[in-house]
């Protein structure tokens, strides 16, 4: 877990989210195009290993600022589901993918749960 966390750190900078402006607007267009052809778009945050990725204040609120201006651009709201109580951390195969059988089912469980009245509405 300690070298996948820091691979992760050098690849995706997941604990200190420098985000990139260029990357932010991007994300922002892909949400747009999503939008002018789908009767419902959400953007959801998926659970994270909080025993092994750690966020200084600093950086969480790198991630606040980056959500306002996501759900400014767009007029959606964020769903955060960073930390849900199905699921926990032993869940993960490493430090930021959920396993197969255990992290996957209880997520694919708490997110039919959550969107089934949307996805069977008239």
């Known amino acids: 877990m300690a070298v996948d966390r820091l691979s992760r750190i050098r690849s995706a900078d997941i ?6 402006p260029e990357l932010v607007e ?13 009767d419902h778009v959400e953007i959801v945050m ?3 290993n909080t025993d092994w990725i ?5 950086a969480l609120e790198r991630q606040a600022e980056a959500i306002r201006q996501i759900e400014s651009a ?11 109580d199905p699921v926990t951390n032993d869940m993960f195969s490493d430090t930021t993918h ?4 255990e992290g996957a089912v209880a997520l694919t469980e708490f997110l039919a749960e959550r969107y089934t ?3 069977v509405e008239p």
């Open 74 to 84: 767009t007029g959606l709201t964020v769903q955060d589901f960073q930390t849900i």
């Open 54 to 58: 750690k966020n200084p204040p600093e």
């Open 98 to 101: 959920l396993n197969r059988y």
């Open 46 to 48: 998926l659970p994270k």
């Open 26 to 38: 991007a994300f922002i267009r892909i949400v747009e195009n999503f939008s002018a052809i789908s």
């Open 117 to 119: 009245p949307i996805l």
């Open 15 to 20: 604990e200190e989210l420098h985000f990139d």
